[in-house]
């Protein structure tokens, strides 16, 4: 399986995330700068964590307008794969690829730790790996993580089993203490803890590579299904 | 040309911490009358002037300058200026 990891000026998350492919999962990965970018040979799309465009105006709102962006839409609309982590997740809700917004904190500063996160659903392709009500460690790192949907939009994403994670301790204000969501085709993830940083234990935890190992297991299967 | 000014709020109903910061920090400075204080964003555009000026410029909010999902905006498109 091939993966890309887009790269957009003031992304720094993305070695992180390009280490985690490479060296723990071994799989196929590139880092693709926004603008040389053509991701119809990959397979999967990794949004990295960082501060693209500085956060100017909202996390986020600047790196949705790119192009590479639309070919991350078409991208999706295949099918396949989207995964995006803190800023990542921010980019894909400015984008619409996924509903609702992250704001700031609601103690406003900037948090950096651990976290103990609940698997909601596990039967999407990123979650099968773990069990249902499995508790996880991941770390966040972020300023402005506090998830907000409408009332609609929050019975909507529950109706259809569209919250993947949620914080055992809410650190930041998120309704319902969302960490993690999918659209409802159940191929795009934002969330806001980082996956990538708790593949080893010399990180401090390995919980995050179930998550990858879910998408390479799911996307192995359905691509020998297709082409059989 | 003319100046048009972006105003951009959150919604009624969308937490504000920092505007809760302000109001407490008020409150404590003695100033007890602040019961809510809430912080906006405001965007000076210098535009050339043009057809549809205006649907442009709310194009413009939806598509970049406002997020939809939790903030408001309203437009004032000033007044032409001819040099």
């Known amino acids: ?228 | 040309m003319r100046k048009v000014t972006v105003f951009i709020t959150l919604k009624q109903g969308v937490l504000d911490p920092q505007g809760k910061q302000i109001q407490e920090s008020l409150n404590a400075l003695g100033y007890k009358e602040i019961q809510e204080a809430r912080v906006g964003k405001y965007i000076e555009l210098q535009v050339e002037d043009g057809p549809n000026l205006e649907a442009r410029v709310r194009e413009m909010c939806d598509k970049l300058l406002a997020n939809p999902v939790i903030e408001d905006y309203h437009v004032d498109m000033g007044e032409a200026v001819h040099s």
């Open chain 1, 1 to 228: 399986m091939k993966f890309a990891v887009i790269v957009f000026p003031g992304s720094n998350c993305d070695h992180d995330m390009y280490h985690a492919v490479k060296e723990i999962l071994g799989e196929e990965v590139d880092l693709v700068w926004y603008q040389n970018s053509n991701l119809e040979n990959y397979d999967g799309i990794l949004l990295p964590g960082g501060f693209s465009y500085g956060d100017y105006l909202r996390s986020g709102a600047v790196a949705a307008t790119s192009d590479v962006m639309n070919q991350v839409k078409v991208h999706a609309t295949k099918g396949k794969p989207v995964l995006g982590v803190c800023n990542g997740f921010q980019i894909l809700t400015e984008a619409g690829l996924l509903p609702g917004a992250l704001m700031r904190n609601k103690k406003l500063s900037f948090m950096c730790h651990q976290e103990e996160l609940l698997v909601e659903n596990n039967e999407t392709m990123f979650t099968s790996g773990y069990g249902k009500g499995e508790i996880v460690r991941f770390p966040i790192a972020h300023g402005e993580g506090n998830y907000y949907c409408d009332p609609e939009t929050l019975s909507s994403l529950k109706a259809n089993n569209q919250i993947l994670f949620t914080y055992q301790n809410n650190p930041n204000g998120s309704v319902e203490n969302i960490a993690g969501i999918i659209n409802k085709e159940g191929n795009v993830l934002g969330m806001m803890p980082h996956p990538e940083r708790a593949v080893e234990a010399l990180l401090g935890s390995n919980d995050g590579l179930k998550l990858f190992q879910s998408i390479v297991k799911n996307w192995r299967e359905s691509y020998y299904v297709t082409n059989a």
